[in-house]
């Protein structure tokens, strides 16, 4: 087991938190910590540099985010790493790179 999900075991273990767990409420958490990231980044020109302290914010939300993705696939027996590889495979057939490179269009576009 990942190293990250056993420490996130324990400390949820230990404040008897897993009843408040559910798919749908870490589901949830995902989305309002994500807002988080977005948040850093509200109002500021698209090629604006981050401050320090805006990049350290900013990590704290990623690790936010990918602490309830590791507690969602541990509870649904999901291989998060396995299932990545995989869609990236499925990615570089949706878009192969003779149509689509310098292009934003979407597959379903092409």
């Known amino acids: 087991m990942n190293k990250v999900v056993q420490k996130l075991l324990k400390f949820r273990d230990k ?3 897993k ?7 870490i589901a949830q958490s ?16 698209a090629n ?3 401050t320090k302290k805006e990049k350290e914010d900013l990590a704290e939300e990623m690790a936010d985010v990918y602490n309830w993705l590791m507690l969602l696939a541990h509870d649904l027996d999901i291989n998060l790493e396995k299932t990545a590889l995989k869609k990236i495979k499925q990615n570089e057939r949706k878009y192969p790179v ?4 310098g292009s934003s269009a979407k597959y379903s576009r092409l």
């Not at 309002?32 to 850093?40: H, P, S, V």
């Not at 003779?98 to 490179?101: I, K, L």
Request: proline content about 6%; charged content about 25%.
């Open 98 to 101: 003779g149509r689509v490179r």
């Open 15 to 17: 404040r008897n938190w």
């Open 30 to 45: 995902i989305v309002l910590e994500a807002t988080e990231i977005l948040e850093i980044f509200q109002w500021k020109p």
């Open 19 to 25: 009843k408040f767990h559910t798919p749908q409420n």
């Open 48 to 50: 604006a540099n981050l």
